[in-house]
DNA sequence: CACCCGATTATCT
DNA sequence: GATAATCGGGTGT
């Protein structure tokens, strides 16, 4: 079978009725940042003819210059460098010997460093690997905290720095902005430092959200 | 170089 | 509700 049509990249995209998030969506406060991630498509692609897909349902925003809880906080090291490198690419780092938790690289540019954790998601697309890579079939155990989403999805280190404004192993979707009043804002989840800023962000009522 | 502990989760009691 | 699993970076000797 031969291919006509040679489909470009930007076509693809458009012709699909979706726009990847860019600069100027990742290069505003932090914190706005992370609520206005609710509801955008994680896309991840590890086999192109099975892509992984997720809605984002819950994050935390942390904030360099004064957020002690913000792994910048005590200034730019070699593993939390990507926190103050450009926006709109992704932050992974290594937790509790066993877990990798995704940060989208995002901040004014009058701060330094921040960057968002994505702590949950409602799996869409690739279910089936999804549930191999977690060891099990239940939707609402699938992705509902940011060691298990990065476990479905099968993101390491290997994707720290990536490019999460163009088509590539991991990019971030736009998709309709969820209404604020549906929208609960709260302390964030595990961390002694800062613990009393609400800067944690969830869809309200959403099954897919890591605790309640 | 020893020690501590963390943006977590699964698996107990 | 409590705890084990597991390890790299930060801190201090």
């Known amino acids: 079978m031969e291919r006509l049509v040679v489909v ?9 009725m979706v726009k990847i998030l860019k600069k100027s969506f990742y290069n505003r406060d932090t914190a706005l940042v992370a609520q206005e991630l ?6 991840r692609i590890i086999d192109q003819d099975t892509p992984l897909k997720g809605r984002i349902v819950e994050t935390e925003a942390y904030i360099g210059s004064w957020d002690k809880a913000c792994h910048a906080h005590k200034g730019k090291r070699v593993a939390n460098a990507p926190l103050f490198g450009p926006v709109g690419h992704a932050y992974v780092y290594f937790i509790y010997g066993m877990y990798y938790c995704l940060n989208f690289v995002s901040r004014t540019t009058q701060e330094p460093s ?14 089936e690997y999804m549930q191999h890579k977690r060891h099990t079939t239940k939707l609402h155990n699938l992705t509902s905290g940011p060691g298990k989403l990065t476990k479905a999805l099968s993101i390491t280190t290997v994707q720290n720095g990536v490019n999460l404004m163009q088509q590539g192993e991991l990019y971030v979707l736009d998709a309709p902005k969820i209404d604020p009043k549906n929208i609960v804002v709260t302390t964030r989840v595990g ?10 962000f969830y869809i309200k009522d959403n099954p897919f959200v890591s605790k309640k």
């Open 191 to 200: 961390i002694s430092k800062a613990a009393d800023e609400k800067l944690r």
């Open 114 to 127: 921040g960057g968002v954790l994505i702590r949950a998601m409602e799996p869409i697309d690739g279910l």
């Open 38 to 43: 609710l509801g955008k498509i994680i896309v």
């Open 8 to 16: 470009s990249e930007y076509e693809l995209q458009r012709s699909s």
